[in-house]
């Protein structure tokens, strides 16, 4: 909504990177091990995207695919959960909840990047461009279409 209304990022993941996975791909890696219950027995997968990106470089993709200047306004924890909380309505635990990953984000816990996909798939992730190529809709403000 932020990006779409706002042509802004308002997460509060500071500089840190992120190894952006597209949830059709978690799925995709999801239904492989259901397929196959009996290979992947007590086995555990970290699947990740291809890359990981700060959310500055996530705003110049968005920039980019939208001819639009999306920026990101690193904001902290406290401003971002207040403003959730207030501005947009949301739960306040959900919220809380969020502030936590987003503390683990900062830490770098969601940068690393793994070839799991690809070793259960056989195929690449999509990257955060091709994702946001094939949402572009999501991004775009009702008088950009």
Known sequence: MEIRDKDIIFIPAGKSRTSFIDAADIGLASATILHDPDQFKNTAHTISGPEALDYFQVADVLSKLTNRKITYVKPGLLKYRSYYIKSRGLDKNY???TVMLYIMTRLGTAKTITN???KLTGKNPRTF???AKANIGAFMKDNDN
């Open 95 to 97: 919220v809380n909840v």
């Open 116 to 118: 799991e996909f690809f």
């Open 129 to 131: 461009e091709d994702f």
